[in-house]
């Protein structure tokens, strides 16, 4: 009787180690993927040994119900002891294998910052259907945007930033309607930006900067009514500042320095809930609307290096609060008003202008 009870025990946890661990299709998938990279100076990929890739592989999380890999998390940049007993961060080179592509139960995949890992995103990525976050920041990806990527409905994270990323945004990025944080920062991504953008109606924060996208800015970006964060700058985006920018009720950054933007600044931009704007280095005109007042507060509004005439609004004065302010290289005429925001000023917020006079530059 004790021989079956103890045949039984065996068998009874035989069986629950196999249901406990990772799905053998998992493992060999995480190991083909890991035969694509090489990572020399911290050994991350030692503890990738014996058959449950769900327990202690670093940076790969499983379900716990189905026991299937959900997350792939490798950052070169970490707080992570295995760093920090390195004294240095992460480097890798090689490529994302497809092979990642047949952990069909992924929910995200972070492989960012490692500075040396090349080749393309693997277009098989957009057929994962539970993908929620894919950061790849930070390494020397190069390829374009796969343009199967819309459909990807459960994607809240795209991060490809800091990569050497090329051709035009596919079209159908906006049919991930369930995207909040878009980073496409330093790459070589070229073309318009898609005039439907304003589908993604999720979306939080918008960073595009660094890059060689063209034409106008699309107007239905005003209709992302959660947008808080919109950064174009570095570009070569040319037309004017849609006016309806200024009417979105929770944009509080806007940065369209460094493009190609002619016409006026619409009032609306500056009496509106954006705190952080930069508009330097594009071909501005006219006047500076005089609409400041008490909702006006700005940590930043940077409008140097454009073509604006004209006085310095006296309305500036009723501001609630003005951080930094720069007019600099422009045509700007006329006193400077007295006290604040200008009495904290220095001289540079007003040189290389037709003919500014006052306190912090010479007397009038």
């Given at each position: 009787m004790k021989e079956v009870f103890s045949i039984f025990l065996l068998?009874?946890?035989?069986?629950?180690?196999?249901?406990?661990?990772?799905?053998p299709s998992d493992r060999a998938a995480l190991l083909a993927f890991k035969a694509a990279l090489y990572e020399p100076y911290l050994?991350?990929?030692?503890?990738?040994?014996g058959t449950d890739c769900c327990h202690n592989w670093y940076g790969i999380s499983c379900d716990p119900e189905s026991n299937r890999v959900a997350d792939i998390n490798l950052r070169g940049e970490s707080e992570d002891p295995i760093f920090e007993r390195a004294?240095?961060?992460?480097?890798?080179?090689?490529?994302?294998?497809?092979?990642?592509?047949?952990l069909t139960h992924l929910s995200s995949?972070?492989?960012?910052?490692?500075?040396?890992?090349?080749?393309?995103?693997?277009?098989?990525?957009?057929t994962l259907p539970f993908l929620r976050i894919l950061d790849l920041i930070g390494n020397k990806i190069s390829g374009e945007i796969p343009a199967g990527i819309g459909r990807l409905q459960r994607l809240t994270v795209l991060n490809v930033a800091d990569n050497q990323i090329s051709g035009?945004?596919?079209?159908?990025?906006?049919?991930?309607?369930?995207?909040?944080?878009?980073?496409l920062r330093n790459n070589k991504i070229s073309g318009p930006i898609p005039t439907n953008f304003g589908r993604l109606r999720m979306l939080s924060?918008?960073?595009?900067?660094?890059?060689?996208?063209?034409?106008?800015?699309?107007?239905?970006?005003?209709?992302?009514?959660?947008?808080?964060?919109?950064?174009l700058s570095m570009n070569q985006i040319s037309g004017v500042i849609p006016p309806s920018l200024g009417k979105m009720?929770?944009?509080?950054?806007?940065?369209?320095?460094?493009?190609?933007?002619?016409?006026?600044?619409?009032?609306?931009?500056?009496?509106?809930?954006?705190?952080?704007?930069?508009?330097?280095?594009?071909?501005?005109?006219?006047?500076?609307?005089?609409?400041?007042?008490?909702?006006?507060?700005?940590?930043?509004?940077?409008?140097?290096?454009?073509?604006?005439?004209?006085?310095?609004?006296?309305?500036?004065?009723?501001?609630?609060?003005?951080?930094?302010?720069?007019?600099?290289?422009?045509?700007?005429?006329?006193?400077?008003?007295?006290?604040?925001?200008?009495?904290?000023?220095?001289?540079?917020?007003?040189?290389?202008?037709?003919?500014?006079?006052?306190?912090p530059l010479r007397a009038c």
């Open positions: 068998l009874l946890l035989a069986f629950i180690s196999t249901v406990t661990s990772c799905a050994g991350i990929f030692k503890s990738w040994t004294h240095r961060t992460g480097f890798m080179t090689g490529f994302i294998s497809p092979e990642i592509c047949k995949i972070t492989i960012a910052d490692w500075k040396g890992i090349t080749g393309e995103i693997p277009k098989c990525i957009a035009k945004i596919p079209p159908s990025l906006t049919n991930l309607s369930s995207l909040m944080h878009l980073d924060r918008a960073l595009l900067s660094g890059n060689q996208i063209r034409g106008p800015i699309s107007g239905s970006i005003s209709q992302i009514y959660r947008l808080a964060d919109l950064d009720a929770v944009l509080a950054t806007l940065n369209l320095d460094c493009n190609k933007m002619t016409g006026t600044i619409p009032s609306t931009i500056l009496n509106s809930s954006i705190g952080n704007l930069n508009l330097s280095r594009n071909a501005l005109e006219g006047k500076i609307p005089d609409v400041f007042g008490p909702r006006s507060y700005f940590m930043v509004i940077d409008l140097s290096h454009n073509k604006f005439k004209g006085p310095i609004p006296r309305s500036l004065s009723a501001a609630s609060y003005i951080g930094h302010l720069d007019l600099s290289y422009n045509h700007l005429c006329g006193r400077i008003p007295p006290g604040e925001p200008f009495d904290h000023l220095e001289a540079s917020s007003f040189l290389y202008n037709d003919c500014l006079c006052g306190k």
